[in-house]
C-alpha cells in the first residue's frame, strides 16, 4: 500500500506540474512529496497512541521541509503541496483526496477548545498560496480558494472565493479543471470583477456602521426613557 500511495503520489506530481520532469526528481527534490511521506509515519505513530514519538516526527518533518502537520490531522490520496514553504496544518484538519495546495496555507483553528476546531478540505480542492482556512469548517470538493484568501466561512462544491473574507466569484464550471494557485485568471485579470469586489467591501462596512449607529441610538433612547 505504501509503495502504491509513492507511485500514485509521484504521478501526480509529473501530471501537475510542468516543472518535474522526472519521477527520481520529484523523489529527491520535492518537499512536499517528503512533508506528506513523513506524516505518513507520524500519523501511524499518533493513531497507536504513541503521541510523543508521532509528534518527533512530525518536528523532524518540519526541521526538514518547512511544512509543519500535525500528526494527527488526516491526509487523502495524491495530497500534493508545491513549493510548501510555510504550510501549517493543524491536528484536527481532514483533507481528502487530490487536494493541491500551496506554500504558506494555513489550515488553522479558532478556539484553543479540544475537539473538531480545523478544517475539513473536499475532493479535489486547489488553495492558493498564502490562503488561511480557518475553523471547523467545510471547504467542498473541487471548490477553489484564491491566493491570500482568509476563509472563515463553509465554501460550497465547486465554488472559487477570493479576497478578505473569502467570498464567491460565483464562477460556474461546465466540469472540474485546474486553476494555478486557487485563483481563476479571469479573476486576476477583469478589473471589473474587482472594482465590484471592492465596492462590495464598502457596502459591507457601511453596513455595519449604520448597524452600530442604530444600537447606539436605540441605547441612547432607552437611557433618556
Not at 59 to 67: C, D, K, P, Q
Not at 81 to 105: K, L, R, S
Not at 158 to 181: H, L, M
Request: proline fraction near 5%; hydrophobic fraction near 40%.
Amino acid at each position: 500500500m505504501s509503495r502504491m500511495f509513492l507511485r500514485e503520489t509521484i504521478r501526480a506530481y509529473r501530471q501537475r506540474d510542468p516543472a518535474a520532469r522526472s519521477d527520481l526528481e520529484v523523489l529527491l527534490c520535492y518537499p512536499g512529496l517528503h512533508a506528506v511521506l513523513l506524516h505518513r509515519v507520524a500519523h501511524w505513530f499518533w493513531q497507536r497512541r504513541l503521541r510523543l514519538a508521532g509528534r518527533f516526527i512530525s518536528h523532524l518533518a518540519r526541521m526538514a521541509t518547512g511544512i509543519e502537520i500535525h500528526p494527527g490531522a488526516t491526509i487523502g490520496r495524491r495530497c500534493m503541496i508545491d513549493h510548501g514553504m510555510g504550510v501549517v496544518i493543524g491536528e484536527t484538519a481532514e483533507v481528502g483526496d487530490d487536494v493541491y495546495m500551496y506554500h504558506q496555507v494555513t489550515l488553522g483553528g479558532t478556539t484553543s477548545e479540544r475537539g473538531k476546531r480545523h478544517p475539513t478540505i473536499g475532493n479535489g480542492v486547489i488553495i492558493g498560496a498564502g490562503a488561511k482556512i480557518l475553523g471547523a469548517i467545510t471547504v467542498g470538493d473541487n471548490a477553489r480558494v484564491g491566493a491570500n484568501a482568509v476563509v472563515v466561512q463553509p465554501v460550497p462544491a465547486g465554488v472559487t472565493v477570493v479576497g478578505i473574507p473569502a467570498r464567491s466569484i460565483d464562477r460556474k464550471r461546465r466540469a472540474p479543471c485546474f486553476d494555478p494557485y486557487g485563483t481563476p485568471a479571469e479573476a486576476a485579470l477583469d478589473p471589473l470583477l474587482r472594482d465590484v469586489e471592492s465596492l462590495r467591501a464598502e457596502l459591507t462596512e457601511v453596513e455595519a456602521r449604520l448597524a452600530r449607529l442604530a444600537s447606539e441610538a436605540k441605547t441612547s433612547e432607552q437611557a433618556g426613557d
